[in-house]
T-cell receptor, first 115, second 115 residues
């Protein structure tokens, strides 16, 4: 979905390095999410933010941090990357519609490899 | 606790034949249910969702899903498969009684449609 963009699309880094993955959206949604995808495990939630001042840990937040710089921007940082953080990372957005279904819309993903 | 099970890692079907991708769920309350599709090197795309009402939900690309409350299932179906339907499919659930927007995803089912 072109309304949700992620940079970089691919990144190779070394153990111990700090890296940042960025997400921007033009959908005007308040809610943003970071997931990681590993083969056979589906998507797991890392962090989520319901507005600029509201940030919450997901099920696998250890080793990650986030920053919500504006309504449209939500960044994910790995303070000291380790090999088991090699994965495909997705950003998503949602807006609580009148039925409160919170349909989520995903970016194209960032493939991160930690050597 | 909320969870989603996709019992089949892979589904193979011949082009023109009907296809079914299975999903069962567990939520403490009433669910919102979603199907997403992921094509190679792409993000997840929203296919359809169940909110309330008619148990048969129609979505994009000719897909539909049937909600069965007694069996806690939400199977994805298509009457006539296309080779271009080959992709990774994810089922997701959200408890409609929750104020949180987070989704719980299944592990995914790889659908292969052969000519």
């Amino acid at each position: 979905d072109a309304d949700v963009t992620q940079t970089p699309r691919n990144r190779i880094t070394k153990t111990g390095k700090r890296i940042m993955l960025e997400c921007s959206q033009t959908k005007g949604h308040d809610r943003m999410y970071w997931y990681r995808q590993d083969p056979g495990l589906g998507l797991r939630l890392i962090y989520y933010s319901f507005d600029v001042k509201d940030i919450n840990k997901g099920e696998i937040s250890d080793g990650y941090s986030v920053s919500r710089q504006a309504q449209a921007k939500f960044s994910l940082s790995l303070e000291s990357a380790i090999p088991n953080q090699t994965a495909l990372y997705f950003c998503a957005t949602s807006d609580p519609d009148p039925k409160r279904t919170d349909t989520q819309y995903f970016g194209p993903g960032t493939r991160l490899t930690v050597l | 606790a909320q969870s989603v099970a996709q019992p089949e890692d892979q589904v193979n079907v011949a082009e023109g034949n009907p296809l079914t991708v299975k999903c069962t769920y567990s939520v403490s309350g009433n669910p919102y249910l979603f199907w997403y599709v992921q094509y190679p090197n792409r993000g997840l795309q929203f296919l359809l969702k169940y909110i309330t009402g008619d148990n048969l939900v129609k979505g994009s690309y000719g897909f539909e899903a049937e909600f069965n409350k007694s069996q806690t299932s939400f199977h994805l179906k298509k009457p006539s498969a296309l080779v271009s339907d080959s992709a990774l499919y994810f089922c997701a659930v959200r408890d409609r009684g929750s104020t949180l927007g987070r989704l719980y995803f299944g592990r995914g089912t790889q659908l292969t449609v052969w000519p």
